[in-house]
């Protein structure tokens, strides 16, 4: 049909492959079927022969560069036209530069293990200087220093169980706290035993004697106040630790029967005390103090007829709820607020009244057990506690306070 003639400059393929990028300063040679160079990278190359034959490309790694004579590693790669283009690449040079690159990357890896190192340490020291500081705070408690606790500066797991541990610590020294002050009180009321233990038996002959006296000149009201005051004087002297409700309601009429002597109608006790409670037990002495202290408090000074209700009631099977109510003088605000700080402050000495009762209920159930008082000036004074059911003395656990 014809032929095409397109004439190029070597100028052309020569800028072309110098402006080839190479990070191996490689060199870039197009040779033609007869192995000659037609364009290189290179100046003052053309028309050379390439060092090495068509058929030996497969098998040779290593040739003598035209350009320099250096030994070089080359690569080929034939075009449409069955050109060949080649590249060399000097074996010094590469190895040069991959020992370079090769402590590159020894330099990152040792930088990089280096970093991970100081991490590693910070955090390990960040971990145990804490778990140390918990150690330390154990082995102090350990040691009997109950107020050790450990600092919780953080959230993370170690603060967290710090913060169990200072729990259960808090709890285990209530206990020890509770358990000495207990004995300290046990001690306490020992002594107040002792002391009130002044030849009872003394006592008791002259009550006798004094109640055989009124039944032999008939006066019956002296033999019963000598009665009632020898089995008071009794029960207080040789009092168990807990009583039925129905003992403890023996002592308060004795204590009552008593007192009505001496105050005559002015003083009206009224009852309200269902029997299914009265099996249950409770603490002895407890509600005889109350009592007085509303005569003594309330009732007494005023003019009018005084009436005390005792009012004891089973709530939901769990609870004894006690009130006591007078009709007396009452408190005002401030008065009440004193009283309240006086019976709660545990550093009081004071053991008789609401203190007493108030200490003993505390010291007995803890938790379990409400106190209050509540008064109003002019109308009267309500004192009301609540302590867990007990069929069986003293059967209550720690759990239940």
């Not at 402590?103 to 990152?108: A, N, R």
């Not at 000495?180 to 001690?187: D, S, W």
Request: proline fraction near 2%; aromatic fraction near 10%.
């Amino acid at each position: 049909i014809g032929y095409m003639i397109i004439e190029c400059k070597k100028s052309y393929f020569s800028e072309k492959l110098q402006s080839v990028p190479s990070t191996y300063k490689n060199r870039f040679y197009l040779l033609n079927n007869d192995m000659d160079i037609i364009v290189s990278s290179e100046k003052n190359m053309c028309g050379n022969s390439f060092p090495l034959e068509t058929r030996d490309f497969k098998n040779v790694k290593i040739v003598k560069d035209p350009s320099t004579g250096e030994n070089s590693y080359f690569t080929y790669q034939y075009v449409n036209n069955g050109w060949l283009l080649v590249s060399t690449i000097n074996v010094g040079q590469l190895w040069k530069n991959i020992g370079i690159a090769l402590v590159s990357v020894l330099i990152t890896f040792g930088i990089v293990l280096l970093v991970s190192l100081i991490i590693m340490r910070y955090a390990a020291r960040v971990m145990v200087k804490p778990t140390k500081k918990l150690v330390d705070s154990m082995t102090a408690y350990q040691e009997g220093n109950f107020d050790s606790r450990f600092k919780v500066e953080s959230q993370d797991e170690i603060s967290q169980i710090g913060m169990v541990y200072n729990q259960m610590a808090d709890k285990v020294q209530n206990l020890i706290e509770k358990n000495y002050t207990l004995e300290i009180a046990n001690r306490e009321a020992e002594i107040e035993f002792l002391k009130m233990q002044i030849n009872p038996h003394f006592l008791y002959n002259c009550l006798d004697t004094i109640s055989w006296l009124g039944f032999s000149n008939g006066n019956s009201e002296i033999t019963d106040l000598a009665v009632a005051l020898g089995k008071f004087l009794r029960a207080s002297i040789k009092r168990e630790d807990y009583y039925m409700v129905k003992q403890e309601m023996e002592v308060v009429d004795n204590y009552l029967f008593i007192q009505k002597y001496r105050f005559g109608d002015k003083i009206e006790i009224r009852h309200n005390i269902p029997d299914e409670v009265l099996n249950f037990y409770m603490p002895s002495f407890i509600i005889q103090p109350v009592i007085e202290n509303s005569i003594v408090h309330g009732l007494e000074e005023q003019i009018e007829k005084g009436i005390l209700w005792i009012n004891i009631q089973l709530c939901d099977n769990k609870y004894l709820q006690f009130n006591l109510t007078d009709n007396g003088k009452g408190m005002d605000e401030e008065q009440l607020k004193l009283v309240i700080q006086n019976y709660s402050d545990k550093n009081k000495k004071s053991s008789i009244g609401l203190s007493n009762v108030y200490r003993r209920l505390n010291l007995l159930y803890g938790e379990a057990c409400e106190f209050h008082v509540t008064s109003v000036a002019g109308e009267g004074t309500e004192v009301t506690f609540r302590i867990p059911v007990m069929q069986v003395p003293g059967n209550h656990t720690l759990n239940e306070i």
